[in-house]
């Protein structure tokens, strides 16, 4: 047996071999391999950056709501009210009327919302920017309560207040198209009431409405007859109709500019009090 001893030495080395390469002897990958992998971590890259990207801009569009540098001292929503005008007189006194209310719930708009609470919500940010020009107010109502319109211009009479403006939102059951902003004044037509009137709409106009319908006079079937509000109160008294429900134009605009709306709303009165009621 040499023959056989130098059998069984090779079959030693071959199974020592075998280890070796189980153990040290792992297989390289080619190149191909390797571009294969680059490419799936540049793939991988650029996904990541996409994500990354999309976050950022979300954080952007929606930076007025995410506090990235410490609590704001305003939100930036809340539009800032600088008086170009005050009143000359701290006697001044207005009764703002929010149309409807409580179970009167007025119109209601395409997008599901009612009359009642827009004219709250808009009465209260006038209310808010009269008093800051040094005007007294006072509100026929403050929240979702049920007014009688012979309480609303007692109220107005028994405060003596000097200008009673009471704020409503319009409607049209038929043609959607018919839009616009639009004041009710006195069937007497006098020059006191149309000027607040025609000073409210232009200070509306500045901010940007669909329309600007005019000073009307009297009631919408006829010009001699009164709205109870108007009809009833002992002081210059108009109607503003903030425009229609039913138009998809005014409710983005109202719901856009109602801020702005209101201290639009709050100059026209302070300059007209300053010309026509002086104290």
């Not at 009673?164 to 009431?193: C, M, P, Q």
């Amino acid at each position: 047996s040499t023959q056989g001893v130098s059998s069984a030495a090779s079959d030693v080395y071959k199974r020592q071999e075998m280890k070796n390469m189980s153990t040290t002897g792992k297989k390289r990958p080619t190149v191909k391999q390797l571009q294969v992998v680059v490419r799936r971590l540049w793939i991988a890259c650029i996904c990541l950056f996409v994500i990354c990207a999309s976050l950022l801009a979300v954080v952007i569009k929606n930076r007025s709501n995410i506090k990235l540098f410490g609590p704001d001292k305003k939100s930036s929503n809340t539009v800032e009210d600088v008086p170009a005008v005050t009143a000359d007189s701290s006697d001044y006194v207005v009764c703002l009327d929010p149309g409807h209310g409580g179970r009167f719930t007025g119109t209601q708009g395409l997008d599901g919302t009612y009359e009642k609470d827009d004219t709250l919500k808009i009465a209260l940010e006038v209310k808010k920017a009269l008093e800051n020009r040094g005007v007294k107010v006072v509100m026929t109502r403050t929240d979702d309560s049920d007014i009688e319109l012979d309480e609303r211009a007692a109220i107005a009479n028994d405060a003596n207040a000097d200008l009673f403006l009471s704020l409503h939102r319009n409607y049209t059951a038929g043609d959607k198209s018919a839009k616009g902003f639009e004041v009710w004044i006195h069937s007497t037509n006098s020059d006191t009431s149309r000027a607040i009137a025609s000073a409210i709409l232009e200070g509306l106009d500045k901010v940007g409405i669909s329309e600007d319908r005019g000073v009307k006079v009297g009631t919408q079937g006829d010009s001699e007859h009164n709205y109870a509000v108007i009809r009833d109160t002992n002081m210059t008294s108009v109607i503003a109709e903030l425009g229609f429900m039913s138009n998809q134009e005014d409710l983005d605009l109202f719901n856009e500019h109602h801020e702005e709306y209101a201290i639009a709303i709050a100059e026209a009165v302070v300059d007209w009090l300053n010309t026509y009621c002086k104290k």
